[in-house]
């Protein structure tokens, strides 16, 4: 079932939060988990990195943890690059590791509504097949023509 957000709705997520643990995150460039987190982090997010794999690295001057429970301050929201059926257990150890955590975010193409559900039962909002890297420009004016930033502005318009 594909679920609908009012653009205040998914505003208000973005204004409120400040700091963003995103579990999946590549250490590669190219691939999206990397440019999502790395924008959020220049939009002034602090964005910790959650990645097994990479633990102890650092990433946009954060230290890559290997699990949401090695993060030790609070976090506000939780973007999992994930598969879809990875989800529970991620949700289960957001839930337990922060007690304030406000928002489950999960990316494009990534859902699960058991999981959603026992989110929202605890007070959490959840977000799901979205990416907040685009919803922030959709939302803030940064999207030009083609959906893209590309930081140049015709002085022919």
């Not at 409120?16 to 939009?43: C, E, F, H, Q």
């Amino acid at each position: 079932m594909e679920e609908t957000y009012s653009d205040s709705h998914l505003r208000d997520i973005l204004t409120r939060t400040s700091v963003i643990a995103v579990v999946g995150v590549s250490m590669n460039p190219v691939r999206p988990s990397y440019y999502v987190a790395r924008y959020l982090s220049l939009k002034g997010f602090t964005v910790i990195p959650v990645n097994p794999g990479h633990a102890g690295e650092k990433l946009f001057g954060q230290t890559v943890r290997a699990a949401l429970s090695d993060i030790m301050e609070p976090v506000d929201m939780v973007d999992i690059f994930r598969r879809s059926d990875a989800v529970p257990p991620i949700v289960d150890e957001a839930l337990e590791a922060f007690p304030d955590l406000r928002t489950i975010w999960m990316q494009i193409g990534v859902m699960h509504e058991e999981a959603a559900r026992v989110a929202r039962a605890r007070g959490v909002d959840v977000v799901m097949n979205r990416c907040p890297k685009i919803e922030y420009q959709r939302l803030f004016g940064e999207l030009r023509m083609g959906g893209f930033n590309t930081g140049v502005i015709s002085s022919k318009l």
